[in-house]
């Protein structure tokens, strides 16, 4: 069972546990079956209950995502959680064992497959490019693939595409001899090459200089501006940070909890939080005593409080005034993604072994041994 | 089908192959030590030296032929007829594996070298369906082969008609058999070898594996090269033709259970699918 802090299209409201989806056929469910299941409209793709196992391996089990249209999903897990099996599912590069997976309404690992992947852009955790081609053969090769044909006009979608991400002056020279920044950076830039309407990150920013980085941050907020939707999925949570309408926390192939990342912290942390800074710390080693203060946490520079309401805040500072506490700073606590992630973890329990670690991964990604 | 993506696949394919120097260097040698060079002093020898010995030992030889073989070889002289006979029978047959050999190290990596790389999930998750990138990539692998048949012959037939020719009357190479063996028999039997080996890569786990694997494949055209050279293709003049009728019929089965060989799945080396 997956918590979903919002609605998604069934009719839910924000904050109640999602049922547990219906028993689905281990393959996508057909018209004359008639049993199959819309995504909502403004999902673009759903995945629902999927399980999916390598031989002995149950990679995925239970997984479930929903990426809304002209928002960023930010797909987050430790290695081997299942994040970028989750983006070969979606682009029908696998087919799921069971529950089932809809892309723009079709069923990618079916007859919808050629589709969906025209309408995908990804990039995956490798670059995958030819090292033996040169940084405009690989763009043109992806070109002719995704049906933009060849000529000027292609030619100059490549320069467009090139110029982005800073690579046009390296278009000419082989691929084998990019650094790993230049091969992101044109897998990237061949990512948009046909103008996705989906676009599927895996670990972007891996390998990135900050400025790379950076750009690679801008453009998946731009893409979204421009009525695309975007998954990222990372392990970086600086990387999702800013970034995420929704995030979908997995572990071990499994959805453990998916929502904005506002309301998800407004979960763990219902109350105002303020941190108090004093030039005597001492004088706020009281601050649990004040009746409107429900728990008081002594961090870097001062004491986090949890407050009954907001109002709460300026009762706090004429009491510890009244005590003789001259205060330096009131700063009101927002936890960050970080915060909220492992919040997520600890509720559900999924502090890893070393023994859990040795067992995920393998031979890239996805696939736990 | 999209036509347009298996040329697209064939042509990127061929491109990489074009600047692999550590792939074709040595193939081109290869093919110019058994097309031009062992015949041109095999052949030179036996007819500018004429040693009395080697062309007896030879004479001998070709008694073994089947008679109707034995009809064909032109030549008044046995230094002009051993010759002939050397370079139809005995040499370039030898040649034939050439082409196999290019073509099989090509197709052996085409798939597992997508998967060793990297590059296979790039394919994985484009819209080319996998019947295009399995067609593609056959094409990739057979077009070295069979063009290192038609400028193999060519040098070849140059070499021997120059050599041996003016012993037997004129120009002779190609004969009608070999004519059909290049035109008829070879492609079918090469379509067929590479189909088996791409279906191979896109089983195995290794290139290394293709390859060692991909050497039992190459056995029927073996076979075909030993025939030719015991002249049992020469024995009957139809039997080339029912061989190469039997051969495109065995490579269109062969590549249409290809084409359900390759998984996307297979072209991003996940353990256990």
Same mark, same amino acid.
């Given at each position: 069972?997956?918590?979903?802090?919002?609605?998604?299209?069934?009719?839910?409201?924000?904050?109640?546990?999602?049922?547990?989806?219906?028993?689905?056929?281990?393959?996508?469910?057909?018209?004359?079956?008639?049993?199959?299941?819309? %995504?909502?409209?403004?999902?673009?793709?759903?995945?629902?209950?999927?399980?999916?196992?390598?031989?002995?391996?149950?990679?995925?089990?239970?997984?479930?995502?929903?990426?809304?249209?002209?928002?960023?999903?930010?797909?987050?897990?430790?290695?081997?959680?299942?994040?970028?099996?989750?983006?070969? !599912?979606?682009?029908?590069?696998?087919?799921?064992?069971?529950?089932?997976?809809?892309?723009?309404? !079709?069923?990618?690992?079916?007859?919808?497959?050629?589709?969906?992947?025209?309408?995908?852009?990804?990039?995956?955790?490798?670059?995958?490019?030819?090292?033996?081609?040169?940084?405009?053969?690989? /763009?043109?090769?992806?070109?002719?693939?995704?049906?933009?044909?060849?000529?000027?006009?292609?030619?100059?979608?490549?320069?467009?595409?090139?110029?982005?991400?800073?690579?046009?002056?390296?278009?000419?020279? !082989?691929?084998?001899?990019?650094?790993?920044?230049?091969?992101?950076?044109?897998?990237?830039?061949?990512?948009?090459?046909?103008?996705?309407?989906?676009?599927?990150?895996?670990?972007?920013?891996?390998?990135?200089? %900050? @400025?790379?980085?950076?750009?690679?941050?801008?453009?998946?907020?731009?893409?979204?501006?421009?009525?695309?939707?975007?998954?990222?999925?990372?392990?970086? /949570?600086?990387?999702? @940070?800013?970034?995420?309408?929704?995030?979908?926390?997995?572990?071990?192939?499994?959805?453990?909890?998916?929502?904005?990342?506002?309301?998800?912290?407004?979960?763990?942390?219902?109350?105002?939080?303020?941190?108090?800074?004093?030039?005597?710390?001492?004088?706020?080693?009281?601050?649990?005593?004040?009746?409107?203060?429900? @728990?008081?946490?002594?961090?870097?520079?001062?004491?986090?409080?949890?407050?009954?309401?907001? %109002?709460?805040?300026?009762?706090?500072?004429?009491?510890?005034?009244?005590?003789?506490?001259?205060?330096?700073?009131?700063?009101?606590?927002?936890?960050?993604?970080?915060?909220?992630?492992?919040?997520?973890?600890?509720?559900?329990?999924?502090?890893?072994?070393?023994?859990?670690?040795?067992?995920?991964?393998?031979?890239?990604?996805?696939?736990?041994? | 089908?999209?036509?347009?993506?298996?040329?697209?696949?064939?042509?990127?394919?061929?491109?990489?192959?074009?600047?692999?120097?550590?792939?074709? *260097?040595?193939?081109? =040698?290869?093919?110019?030590?058994?097309?031009?060079?062992?015949?041109?002093?095999?052949? +030179?020898?036996?007819?500018?030296?004429?040693?009395?010995?080697?062309?007896?030992?030879?004479?001998?030889?070709?008694?073994?032929?089947?008679?109707?073989?034995?009809?064909?070889?032109?030549?008044?002289?046995?230094?002009?007829?051993?010759?002939?006979?050397?370079? *139809?029978?005995?040499? &370039?047959?030898? =040649?034939?594996?050439?082409?196999?050999?290019?073509?099989?190290?090509?197709?052996?990596?085409?798939?597992?070298?997508?998967?060793?790389?990297?590059?296979?999930? #790039?394919?994985?998750?484009?819209? =080319? &369906?996998?019947?295009?990138?399995?067609?593609?990539?056959?094409? &990739?692998?057979?077009?070295?082969?069979?063009?290192?048949?038609?400028? +193999? #012959?060519? $040098?070849?037939?140059?070499?021997?008609?120059?050599? *041996?020719?003016?012993?037997?009357?004129?120009?002779? #190479?190609?004969?009608?058999?070999?004519?059909?063996?290049?035109?008829?028999?070879?492609?079918?039997?090469?379509?067929? $070898?590479?189909?088996?080996?791409?279906?191979?890569?896109?089983?195995?786990?290794?290139?290394?594996?293709?390859?060692?694997?991909?050497?039992?494949?190459?056995?029927?055209?073996?076979?075909?090269?030993?025939?030719?050279?015991?002249?049992?293709? #020469?024995?009957?003049?139809?039997?080339?033709?029912?061989? +190469?009728?039997?051969?495109?019929?065995?490579?269109? *089965?062969?590549?249409?259970?290809?084409?359900?060989?390759?998984?996307?799945?297979?072209?991003? +080396?996940?353990?256990?699918?």
């Amino acid at each position: 069972m997956v918590y979903d802090s919002e609605t998604d299209g069934t009719g839910r409201e924000r904050g109640e546990l999602a049922p547990a989806p219906e028993p689905t056929p281990a393959r996508a469910p057909t018209a004359a079956g008639g049993a199959e299941r819309r %995504p909502a409209e403004n999902q673009v793709a759903t995945v629902v209950d999927v399980s999916k196992r390598f031989g002995e391996v149950q990679a995925l089990e239970g997984l479930e995502i929903g990426i809304a249209r002209s928002r960023i999903t930010v797909l987050l897990g430790p290695n081997g959680a299942g994040k970028t099996t989750a983006i070969r !599912l979606i682009t029908g590069a696998f087919a799921p064992d069971d529950g089932h997976v809809r892309v723009f309404g !079709l069923d990618p690992s079916g007859d919808g497959g050629e589709e969906v992947r025209r309408r995908c852009g990804v990039v995956s955790a490798k670059p995958s490019l030819y090292d033996r081609l040169s940084g405009i053969d690989n /763009l043109r090769y992806a070109a002719e693939l995704y049906g933009l044909g060849r000529g000027h006009a292609v030619d100059q979608r490549i320069d467009e595409a090139a110029a982005w991400f800073g690579i046009e002056p390296a278009l000419g020279q !082989l691929v084998g001899g990019y650094s790993t920044g230049m091969k992101t950076r044109l897998a990237l830039a061949r990512a948009i090459l046909h103008d996705p309407e989906l676009l599927l990150l895996d670990e972007p920013t891996s390998g990135l200089d %900050p @400025e790379s980085a950076r750009s690679v941050l801008r453009l998946v907020r731009e893409m979204t501006a421009r009525g695309r939707s975007v998954l990222l999925c990372t392990h970086l /949570l600086a990387e999702a @940070e800013g970034l995420a309408d929704e995030i979908v926390v997995v572990d071990g192939g499994r959805t453990v909890l998916r929502g904005e990342p506002r309301r998800l912290a407004g979960r763990y942390w219902p109350l105002p939080q303020v941190t108090f800074r004093s030039f005597d710390e001492r004088g706020l080693a009281y601050l649990d005593q004040h009746p409107r203060v429900i @728990e008081a946490v002594p961090v870097d520079g001062g004491v986090r409080v949890s407050l009954s309401d907001e %109002p709460a805040v300026a009762s706090v500072a004429r009491w510890l005034a009244e005590h003789g506490t001259e205060l330096r700073a009131i700063v009101p606590w927002e936890p960050t993604l970080e915060d909220l992630y492992f919040a997520i973890r600890a509720e559900h329990d999924l502090d890893r072994t070393d023994d859990a670690h040795a067992r995920d991964t393998t031979d890239g990604k996805g696939a736990r041994r | 089908m999209n036509w347009q993506r298996v040329a697209t696949v064939a042509r990127t394919d061929l491109k990489q192959l074009a600047r692999a120097r550590d792939f074709w *260097v040595p193939m081109a =040698a290869l093919g110019s030590l058994f097309f031009v060079i062992l015949p041109a002093i095999l052949l +030179g020898t036996l007819t500018g030296i004429g040693s009395v010995e080697t062309v007896e030992r030879l004479s001998t030889t070709l008694e073994a032929l089947p008679a109707s073989a034995k009809d064909q070889i032109q030549g008044d002289t046995p230094e002009g007829r051993s010759a002939y006979a050397l370079a *139809v029978f005995l040499v &370039a047959p030898v =040649a034939v594996i050439v082409p196999l050999t290019i073509s099989t190290a090509v197709g052996a990596a085409t798939i597992v070298g997508e998967r060793e790389r990297g590059t296979g999930e #790039f394919l994985a998750h484009s819209p =080319a &369906a996998t019947r295009e990138i399995y067609l593609g990539k056959l094409i &990739a692998s057979i077009t070295p082969g069979y063009l290192t048949v038609i400028v +193999g #012959f060519t $040098c070849y037939s140059l070499l021997v008609n120059l050599t *041996v020719g003016p012993e037997v009357g004129g120009w002779f #190479f190609p004969t009608r058999q070999w004519w059909l063996m290049i035109l008829w028999v070879l492609p079918p039997f090469l379509a067929l $070898c590479l189909s088996l080996v791409l279906r191979l890569s896109a089983r195995v786990n290794s290139t290394a594996a293709a390859q060692q694997a991909s050497g039992l494949v190459s056995l029927p055209l073996i076979m075909i090269a030993y025939s030719q050279a015991t002249g049992v293709l #020469f024995g009957a003049g139809w039997l080339p033709i029912v061989l +190469g009728a039997v051969a495109w019929t065995l490579a269109l *089965v062969s590549l249409v259970r290809g084409f359900r060989s390759l998984e996307r799945s297979r072209l991003l +080396g996940v353990a256990g699918v």
